[in-house]
């Protein structure tokens, strides 16, 4: 497994919790992330009403806020620095997530379940249990010095009993199978929206929280997302979204309104030719959907240039090299060989189904800026804007494409 995959999951993991407080904010309130914790919750006067510290382990084995780790002790610790600083008052809300449950007798599963009292005996148990094996690994000649940083941070946090019985008393361990994006559609109130639409809308979100994050950090701010800025970017998507579905008709009403016959299409057409040409299961059926895409396209062209759309055949054209564009970068991706000749038939062959499916299933694009990313109902557009330019051809599968076609 990369060494990369742990921390970059983890990253993504904080984001998406922070998506979830963004999408259950109240008026006026915000959220920071990585700021004064993983995650933080403000009041309208700026003050912190919750933090959340959130870990992420993507072993099958993996165990967070266990009694001896480091998750633990530091987040203690900090939680504890951010009281004594002020950042943090006794009303503010203590949350710790994992998507691994926590070991048995955890005391990160205790806290704010058991008295203080029991709670400072168990803290002093797991000290003197870590003091016993540095003694036994001293008597064996063996340095401790991981287990000397537990005690020391577990030291830290016994040098302040008032700020850590803040913790205790407002303290609470959340949902190891808790279901983030569940909980984000919850808030979002996307009925109506099948779920591939859901899962473009989260995803775009998402990644509209990551990347303004990051400017906030390079221009050196705090990287808080207000309920307001919530609001207008949620907004501004469903619209996007309501826009895609209002100006393409769904693929369904073409099929069943109009006189579309897969058998009426000429078989010498150029890009049903590139597709009989790959070596392929169910080759057949693949040109008959793809005939469908061509022609509902076509049909859909005429209806909105037509029409008082707001599309023009040049906005068509413009997508159209966009298309090209995503094709040329696909193929590069896919013949890595200096020479064509380097390849074998049966290899480019291979290549052929690879980028076919790739463009075909796999390719997710927006018409324009304005408009969301192609579902399932309107994708004949992209789809059949692609088996167009095939026939030209000023596009193929196959890597000796414009040789076979040309």
Partial sequence: MSTAKGPSSGYIYQFEIALWQLSSLEDNQSISIESIDDIGKLDEKGTYIATIQAKHSISSSGKSFGNTSEDLWKTLNIWIKNIRDGKLTSDNKFYANSNKKPPKNSIIEKLGKISFDELLAEIESIKATQKLKIEQNDLKGEDSPTIKKTISRIDNTLLYKKELKIISQNFELLDENIDVKSLVFNKMNLGGYSDNQKDNFYHTFLGWVQ?????????GSDAIFSKKEYDIKFNS?????????????????LENGTLIDPQSINKDQTFIKQILDIDRFQKNEIVEEAIIDYLCRDIEIAHLINSSSPLTREDFKKFEENCIKKWKNILR????????QDYTIEELNQISITIYDEVMTSLNMSFQDDFGIFNDSNKYIQNGTFLSLSDVPVIGWHPE????YK
């Fill in 237 to 253: 998507l469903r619209d996007i979204h309501l826009l895609n579905k209002l100006i393409f008709r769904k693929k369904d009403l």
């Fill in 333 to 340: 991706k896919h013949i890595t060989k200096p020479k064509i």
């Fill in 401 to 404: 494409w414009e040789r076979k």
């Fill in 211 to 219: 990347d303004k994050s990051k400017q906030f950090w390079i221009n």
